[in-house]
């Protein structure tokens, strides 16, 4: 039988095969209308996504900072070149291993999962309560708790720095009421840890409550009338039911979630600034890796973008790799 050409084959409706029959159905009339909606979020992609990647790899390699910015130096009369350098910012990275990237990657990651678990657990604590169907005044108990959510975070966090002020703030004034001793929360790691761990559950339960409530009230009322006939009590309903039906819809948040709070600058820079500081390291007692770049790359005096970009994509590759592990064991990806 002779072979049917991709136009012909278009026209009998039989399915072109092949990458270039895919592209003429791409740039046929129905693809050319999905491509100009998709136009925008690619362009917006390519500039805010792709193109900074791509930049910081390429900068990783140089010694970029502020002695070797390209300019032109009115002192010396000459351009401050940047050179090539080959891996030697990540060999600096790497002789700062013991010191500053190893610490620094465990808090990220600890900081990443526990943030995690404790709004997801939070969240979900507080959606089961939500949705109980006598339980009253639950609009405004729903409006409520989404508050913290709604508000600007910048703001919040602004609060919160206040609230913890070692002297004057809200928290060791209610702390002494107690009788504990004030706590010097941003002046001591550990504790400004637990204050990071506290302002981001604030932050971040509203979302999870959401997410959470939605679901469950996706969940056929009819599940839980038949396992009530059968004799289930409320703890199995929510063992057999509720929780495996919530946990298919918020695997795929959960790792989100997780490679967010890898990245979450905010609240770090904002609450703590990265500190306090370690003895004998660039990096603070609470810097993750992306304000620890940030440090590196803008704060300090040498600004040595180089350095800074290499730490951003190990970054990138440390995101990719906890994002792509936890795909595969989780399967958040996979059709359900």
Same mark, same amino acid.
């Not at 791409?26 to 930049?55: C, E, H, N, S």
């Not at 009369?77 to 060999?91: A, E, P, V």
């Not at 004057?168 to 504990?180: C, E, S, T």
């Not at 761990?197 to 939605?214: D, Q, R």
């Given at each position: 039988?002779?072979? @049917?050409?991709? !136009?012909?084959? &278009? *026209? ?5 095969? %092949?990458?270039?029959?895919? =592209? ?84 990220? @990651?600890?900081? !990443?999962?526990? &943030? *995690? ?5 939070? %969240?979900?604590?507080?959606? =089961? ?208």
């Amino acid at each position: 039988m002779r072979r @049917l050409s991709v !136009a012909t084959r &278009t *026209v009998v409706g039989v399915p072109p095969r %092949g990458w270039w029959s895919r =592209l003429v159905r791409a740039l046929g009339p129905d693809g050319r209308t999905a491509w100009l909606f998709l136009t925008p979020a690619l362009v917006a992609y390519l500039v805010f996504g792709f193109y900074p990647i791509i930049l910081s790899f390429i900068l990783s390699f140089t010694n970029f900072s502020f002695r070797h910015n390209g300019l032109f130096n009115p002192v010396t009369g000459q351009i401050n070149t940047i050179d090539w350098i080959g891996f030697q910012n990540y060999l600096t990275i790497l002789r700062k291993a013991t010191t500053e990237v190893i610490p620094t990657a465990l808090w990220t @990651l600890i900081f !990443a999962f526990v &943030t *995690v678990a404790l709004n997801t657990v939070a %969240g979900v604590a507080l959606a =089961l309560i939500l949705n109980k169907k006598d339980l009253r005044g639950k609009w405004f108990y729903r409006t409520a708790l989404i508050l913290p959510w709604a508000a600007p975070s910048v703001v919040t966090i602004q609060v919160w720095s206040g609230l913890f002020e070692s002297r004057f703030g809200a928290v060791n004034k209610l702390l002494g009421l107690l009788g504990v001793a004030p706590i010097t929360w941003f002046q001591d790691a550990e504790w400004a840890k637990l204050a990071i761990f506290i302002v981001n559950l604030w932050l971040g339960f509203p979302f999870m409550m959401s997410a959470a409530l939605g679901t469950l009230q996706s969940i056929p009322s009819e599940l839980y009338e038949a396992a009530r006939v059968d004799g289930a009590t409320g703890f199995k309903q929510l063992r057999h039911i509720t929780l495996p039906l919530l946990g298919n819809a918020f695997i795929p948040i959960i790792v989100s979630s997780i490679s967010y709070n890898i990245n979450n600058f905010g609240v770090i820079f904002l609450l703590t600034g990265g500190g306090p500081p370690m003895r004998g390291s660039d990096a603070g007692g609470t810097d993750i890796l992306i304000s620890w770049a940030f440090k590196v790359g803008v704060q300090s005096t040498a600004q040595a973008y180089g350095i800074g970009s290499a730490v951003a994509v190990v970054l990138f590759f440390v995101t990719m790799a906890v994002s792509m592990v936890n795909v595969r064991f989780t399967g958040a990806l996979r059709d359900r």
